[in-house]
T-cell receptor, first 107, second 114 residues
């Protein structure tokens, strides 16, 4: 099956710093999405981004489908950004998730 | 607009028992999916329902089953619980035919098997 690799696995930032999270996939994928799992376990859909670039406040995402990767940018990080970030692609009405990037933003 | 509601939030069961988890999707969403999250295996797809029909199933044993009702609410059942079934179970709903909005997840049910 298609493999999804996320990097880095762990990231510690000071509040106010910027970061880039990466998602590589081994083959062409459909309907790439980014999620944030907060410390209480809820998965929040950040972006549905099969291709191109989208922005939502301090977050933006870019997917280059032809080169099989997607990037999530977090600018001016806040402590509330802490948690685990997952990318996922859709196949046969099921999401396949990467292993996630655990982000800790320190005050 | 209410989100995806999962009940209960926490559950402790004994090995060999069975358990039923509930998921109420966003109003108007007829597609409901279930996922299991464990530290070792990460997030894994269990099954997906649409209009009371299971359309896809992940690679889980037959002890894991589900159903969907006419109001789109869904339940999943795990029989003969094993210690390894301890996990966070997440439900997601989506507006069929509108992939641009992706999936919306509930807060999950954290199951502990002792």
């Amino acid at each position: 099956g298609i493999q999804v690799e996320q990097s880095p696995p762990d990231l510690i930032l000071q509040e106010g710093a910027n970061s880039t999270l990466r998602c590589n996939f081994s083959d062409s994928v459909n309907n790439l999405q980014w999620f944030h799992q907060n410390p209480w376990g809820q998965l929040i859909n950040l972006f549905y981004i099969p291709s191109g670039t989208k922005q939502n406040g301090r977050l933006s995402a870019t997917t280059v489908a032809t080169e099989r990767y997607s990037l999530l940018y977090i600018s001016s990080s806040q402590t509330t950004d802490s948690g685990v970030y997952f990318c996922a692609f859709e196949g046969r009405r099921a999401l396949t998730f990467g292993s996630g990037t655990r982000l800790q933003v320190q005050p | 607009k209410a989100g995806v509601t999962q009940t209960p939030r926490y559950l402790i069961k004994t090995r060999g028992q069975q358990v039923t988890l509930s998921c109420s999707p966003i109003s108007g969403h007829r597609s409901v999916s279930w996922y299991q999250q464990t530290p070792g295996q990460g997030l894994q797809f269990l099954f997906e329902y649409f209009s009371e029909t299971q359309r896809n199933k992940g690679n889980f044993p037959g002890r894991f089953s589900g159903r969907q009702f006419s109001n789109s609410r869904s339940e999943m059942n795990v029989s003969t619980l094993e210690l390894g079934d301890s996990a966070l179970y997440l439900c997601a709903s989506r507006l069929e035919g509108n992939r641009n909005y992706g999936y919306t997840f509930g807060s999950g049910t954290r199951l502990t098997v002792v």
